[in-house]
């Protein structure tokens, strides 16, 4: 049966909380993590209006996305992505965040760990006012922020690269899922015009940097704003 265009989004973003419960329930040593991630990621669908529509022009409930820019999916995909993308690696290598002791916060490195993770927000806005789309100016940001994290926190190298190569998987697969049960929907959805043009199978080239490097900046963030390794 075809999905009715105006519920793809709803059902696509809905889709990320199914695994994220399914992780939260079985696993409670990473639900604080999860729940933190999760929670801080939320407000980023706030953002919406800066892609719609020059990245993407998804219908939405009530037609929020094309009438204002904003929508209620994307509230609901930034939880969904959040949580998981923070504990990924530490599902994978079976490792529950520590404390990071007293003596090592007080190295030369973590002088710049507020700079490290505010790194991404502060290059964004002057990249947005560049002539490019706005997901340029994102995956940039975050793989600016990513690289000073791992400058700060170098014990996190391992959870930052590894952490966005899974990210970008289960990201890779949503969107088989996507457009598998809604065929054709990216073409008609994405502003493909805008893009470069250049697909892996059926997925333009931007969502796939957006997830590694999006991965890679979330995966390590929950560790260095909690003093966590």
């Not at 993407?56 to 999916?73: K, M, N, Q």
């Not at 793989?143 to 998987?169: E, H, S, Y």
Request: aromatic content about 18%.
């Amino acid at each position: 049966m075809e999905i009715n265009e105006q519920y793809v989004w709803l059902l696509w973003s809905s889709a990320f909380l199914i695994p994220w419960g399914i992780i939260y329930i079985s696993f409670p040593a990473h639900r604080r993590a999860m729940l933190w991630a999760s929670l801080f990621t939320m407000p980023f669908g706030l953002s919406e209006p800066l892609f719609v529509p020059e990245y993407w022009s998804p219908p939405s409930l009530f037609d929020l996305a094309l009438r204002t820019g904003f929508d209620i999916e994307s509230l609901i995909f930034c939880f969904g992505i959040g949580g998981i993308a923070a504990v990924m690696y530490n599902l994978l290598t079976r490792r529950v965040p520590v404390a990071v002791p007293t003596n090592e916060r007080k190295k030369p490195l973590h002088r710049h760990h507020y700079k490290a993770l505010a790194a991404p927000f502060i290059i964004f806005v002057p990249l947005y006012f560049l002539p490019w789309n706005p997901i340029y100016p994102s995956i940039v940001a975050m793989a600016i922020g990513a690289v000073a994290n791992i400058l700060c926190r170098p014990d996190l190298k391992q959870k930052t690269w590894i952490g966005g190569l899974l990210f970008l998987v289960y990201y890779a697969l949503f969107l088989v899922g996507l457009e598998w049960t809604a065929p054709g929907y990216i073409d008609r959805v994405w502003n493909l015009s805008a893009l470069s043009g250049i697909n892996i199978a059926f997925m333009p080239l931007e969502e796939l940097l957006f997830a590694i490097t999006f991965g890679m900046y979330w995966a390590g963030v929950y560790e260095h704003i909690t003093w966590r390794k």
